[in-house]
């Protein structure tokens, strides 16, 4: 089982890269301080900075991703500023922003 969607695993897409020229901002991801360019989603800066699994899933407790990033099935809940459950793939990252993966359930 893959941690992506099919669509994305299946085209042999081997990473995610930011498009060049746009300005980058700081956020820290799980207490480290990672890089994502300006106007990238939480979820986009998550992938940018390796993270495809961002929580476990509700029932196999198995790693999980975002499946869809537009906001319909929930595969992207993290912690943002210490408000849990966010859609990473509906908040744009901010500089200086704190995002914490789920590491358990609930």
């Not at 986009?44 to 999980?64: K, N, Y």
């Not at 975002?66 to 509906?90: H, N, S, T, Y």
Request: aromatic letters at 4%.
């Amino acid at each position: 089982r893959g941690l992506l969607p099919r669509s994305l695993a299946a085209g042999g897409m081997t990473g995610f890269k930011a498009l060049p020229g746009k300005q980058r901002l700081r956020l820290t991801i799980d207490g480290s301080p990672v890089e994502a360019p300006e106007g990238a989603s939480v979820a986009a800066a998550l992938l940018l900075a390796g993270h495809t699994a961002f929580g476990p899933h509700p029932v196999s407790g198995e790693p999980e991703g975002p499946w869809c990033l537009i906001g319909v099935c929930f595969g992207c809940l993290v912690e943002i500023d210490g408000v849990k459950d966010r859609q990473a793939c509906l908040v744009p990252a901010k500089e200086g922003m704190a995002v914490r993966t789920r590491p358990e359930r609930g």
